[in-house]
């Protein structure tokens, strides 16, 4: 995990060509180990961000 925003959102930083699926599964990953519910990786290897799919969301559904 590369920040941890007032111990509720996690956070990893990436610079990568595209974000995978092996990237939502490292955040689910932090997710289920911190016990937090919500995740973005945010990938700086783009033009625009949020145009470009720089930002990934993901949620923790899973039960504590």
């Not at 911190?34 to 990934?56: K, P, Q, T, Y």
Request: net charge neutral; hydrophobic share 50%; proline share 2%.
């Amino acid at each position: 995990m590369d920040i941890v925003v007032e111990q509720s959102l996690v956070i990893e930083i990436k610079s990568v060509e595209r974000l995978t699926a092996v990237h939502s599964a490292q955040i689910i990953s932090y997710l289920k180990i911190s016990g937090l519910h919500v995740g973005l990786v945010i990938n700086f290897d783009v033009r625009n961000l949020i145009a470009n799919g720089g930002v990934m969301r993901r949620v923790n559904n899973f039960p504590e």
